[in-house]
């Protein structure tokens, strides 16, 4: 009969929680520091912008006078960009999804096609911005209109929507698969009211995190060649546009000639804050609706 040595399980023990310890405290230190870089910079962007935001400012048109311009344009063509990005990408990203996990024979192929569109999702975004540049603005002769932006930017957070959208529906019982089965109901039947109103809370938390990445990205419209200044207002997705993000970029720039431009790339940071926060304000509320009803 062995005996248990009470001063080592004490020792063994005391090091457990001391590392246990030790790693919230890491932790904790890791978390807020994070904090106080984001409240630094927010400061920062408040302290810098908040002077230059009036209703001109959101009303005026772009103009090569600090004083006078405004991002009503910026402000336009980025929900308009978004309203490309947003269906092309739940739809494209929601129906691969479906096809790998309900469909689709696990084989080669199948891990072939999984492999790929995880190695996509850690693509750089400029990556994409030259593939948009050479399908959607040459081969079909787009230009740089809000329809090629948009089909770029969807092809870049495609990707996310896929992941999530796969995790998602992985999560739904077989059970209730199953059930729907035994009840006489059809493959597509039983995606379509069992397997989708189920995963709908985990889709929507994907396409919340890919369009928030899609309103910030800059490199893959700076590729495609979106413009920056003194361009029409777009009224539809066949017009040319600029975007929140591409504004900020370029007053960055040319805030080392006129340092007026700065205080405008701070207020710019502020409106697109506003609506990336209205934007998944919006996604998550509707996530959660579902979410108690499933």
């Known amino acids: 009969m062995k005996y248990i040595d009470a001063a080592q399980v004490q020792k063994k023990m005391g090091s457990r929680l001391f590392a246990n310890n030790l790693a919230k405290t890491l932790f904790f230190l890791a978390t807020l520091f994070g904090l106080l870089v984001l409240a630094v910079l927010i400061y920062r962007v408040l302290a810098d912008g908040l002077g230059s935001l009036n209703m001109g400012f959101l009303t005026n048109r772009l103009s090569t006078d600090p004083e006078r311009a405004g991002i009503m344009g910026a402000i336009l063509g980025t929900l308009w960009l978004m309203l490309v990005v947003a269906p092309v990408t739940m739809i494209l990203g929601v129906g691969t999804a479906i096809y790998l996990e309900e469909y689709a024979k696990k084989g080669r192929l199948q891990s072939f096609i999984q492999t790929n569109i995880s190695n996509l999702a850690g693509v750089p975004s400029v990556v994409f911005g030259i593939l948009g540049l050479t399908i959607f603005a040459r081969a079909l002769d787009l230009g740089s209109i809000v329809l090629a932006g948009g089909l770029t930017m969807a092809l ?3 990707p996310v929507v896929v992941v999530a959208s796969q995790e ?3 999560s739904v019982p077989q059970f209730l698969r199953e059930a729907s089965y035994g009840m006489g109901a059809t493959k597509w039947q039983t995606v379509k009211n069992v397997v989708l109103p189920a995963s709908i809370p985990g889709i929507l938390t994907g396409v919340i995190l890919a369009l928030s990445r899609a309103i910030g990205e800059t490199a893959p419209l700076v590729v495609l060649g979106i413009p920056a200044l003194l361009i029409p207002l777009p009224e539809g997705i066949f017009d040319r546009f600029t975007i929140l ?15 007026e ?24 509320i509707i996530r959660n609706k579902f979410q108690k009803r499933f």
């Not at 970029?249 to 340092?259: C, F, H, R």
């Not at 700065?262 to 998550?284: D, G, H, K, Q, Y």
């Open 156 to 158: 870049l957070v495609l």
């Open 245 to 259: 993000p591409v504004q900020i970029y370029y007053w960055t720039l040319d805030s080392a000639l006129v340092a």
């Open 261 to 284: 431009y700065a205080n405008l790339a701070a207020a710019t940071i502020v409106i697109l804050l506003i609506v990336l926060f209205a934007m998944n304000s919006i996604a998550i």
């Open 168 to 170: 998602a529906i992985r």
